[in-house]
């Protein structure tokens, strides 16, 4: 396999320019680089159409406000289906929170978290009631419950981690994860011994079916005729007990790269734990996992929430949109591969990463069948943006699909409470 691996990377590159500089090196930590000026706020330059203003290597172009109108007085609250920090998702929404405070001077945030969809008016009130005028939040679960408390909070602006419908006062984020696992199903097939790769995915995960079935089209990359066996277990990824059944399940397979497609910590650590190669949607995974990780892909929210709350602050009065940022947009970031991953890795994933880069990928082109054997993309065909976010199937080379999630039964709902940081102090308090 490993000759054979050696072979394919000779000839991948030969067909192929090299671009340097532009693909997944450096990405896991353009994180801390992003540059905030304290006391400068700047805008995103949009052309006639409302679209972002790019230059020639496709960075969005930003004006700084050198005489700033009245401002909006923002406090912004985040609803948290489980706990902040608790899981990958929330990490970065809680490093999105840190830094909103940090670049729109002046700004301050709070949460409310462990709600359940019942409970998500009653959070709204709760936030509205502290003297929140922005709502943001952060699970695709809350996508339908947001439309009716905008529609019921003229004066409250919301933002929607995932849904499909806006309104004057409320913007939508989704996002083209698909293109981060693509790249990194390249990796795992490039870096598998016995051609026998595991998914353990959380079906709450936004948009999870696209993103499974992009990491397993870049497993189709490494060879045109021979693809590698995938096996699939579902397990929710709040439970931790779930995710240890699927994974070892898997590992008893023959399975030896997994990729965790749930925002479970529990599932990245112990992949490590068990010594196995592991890739997952998290931005931290080199913390997880520092030994088996390979790479891994996770939303950077801070450029859409940002950009967002300056709308806001302004009163730009832009329509909102429901955004898809991507790779371009480094909204979408993969992880600085592992030194532990097979020679070459870099250099044929930075090809795919390109392509994701310059929006030349045709990720869902036919034919592709699903694993029941219909025929889901038509040969020659290509799916477009919404027939993506619709796809409810898994790709027909998985072999093996089972099921590990048990209902959940009274679930504990939340407290209402709202928290209020200050993350000069890193102390969290109850408001009044």
């Not at 929430?305 to 602050?313: A, E, G, P, S």
């Amino acid at each position: 396999m490993k000759n054979i691996k050696k072979r394919f990377l000779s000839l991948f590159l030969a067909g192929c320019m090299i671009i340097t500089g532009t693909g997944c090196a450096g990405d896991g930590d353009a994180e801390n680089s992003e540059a905030t000026t304290a006391n400068t706020d700047y805008v995103t330059v949009t052309d006639e159409n409302g679209e972002a203003v790019t230059d020639d290597s496709g960075q969005v172009v930003t004006s700084s406000l050198t005489e700033l109108p009245p401002e909006l007085e923002l406090k912004v609250g985040f609803i948290y289906s489980g706990t902040a920090g608790g899981d990958s998702a929330s990490e970065v929404f809680e490093s999105a929170r840190a830094e909103i405070e940090r670049s729109l001077n002046g700004a301050k945030t709070c949460y409310v978290e462990n709600v359940l969809i019942s409970q998500f008016a009653d959070a709204t009130a709760e936030l509205v009631n502290a003297g929140c005028n922005v709502v943001v939040s952060t699970s695709n679960r809350f996508a339908n419950v947001i439309y009716e408390e905008a529609e019921a909070n003229n004066k409250v602006y919301f933002i929607s981690f995932g849904g499909e419908r806006t309104r004057s006062n409320l913007a939508v984020f989704q996002g083209e994860m698909y293109k981060g696992s693509y790249v990194c199903g390249l990796a795992a097939a490039f870096n598998s011994d016995s051609n026998i790769l595991g998914i353990v995915a959380d079906p709450s995960v936004m948009s999870v079916y696209n993103i499974v079935d992009g990491y397993i089209q870049g497993t189709k990359e490494l060879n045109d005729k021979t693809h590698p066996d995938v096996r699939l277990n579902w397990a929710w990824g709040y439970s931790d007990e779930e995710n240890k059944q699927a994974i070892d399940d898997l590992v008893s397979q023959g399975c030896d790269v997994i990729f965790t497609a749930t925002y479970s910590k529990f599932a990245v650590q112990y992949c490590e734990e068990l010594g196995v190669k592991v890739i997952g949607l998290a931005h931290n995974m080199p913390e997880l996992a520092p030994n088996t990780y390979l790479s891994g892909c996770y939303y950077y929210l801070s450029i859409f929430l940002i950009d967002q709350l300056r709308n806001v602050r302004y009163a730009m009065g832009k329509v909102p949109s429901v955004y898809m940022g991507g790779v371009r947009e480094k909204a979408v970031r993969v992880i600085d591969f592992s030194e532990t991953c097979r020679e070459g890795t870099v250099e044929i994933c930075d090809v795919l990463y390109q392509l994701a880069f310059e929006e030349k990928t045709l990720i869902f082109t036919g034919e592709v069948k699903d694993t029941d054997g219909v025929v889901k993309i038509e040969k020659g065909a290509t799916l477009n943006a919404d027939e993506i976010i619709g796809i409810d199937w898994i790709a027909d080379n998985v072999s093996v699909e089972k099921n590990f999630c048990s209902p959940q039964l009274d679930p504990v709902g939340s407290n209402l409470i709202v928290y209020e940081s200050d993350f000069g102090v890193g102390e969290a308090n109850t408001a009044e």
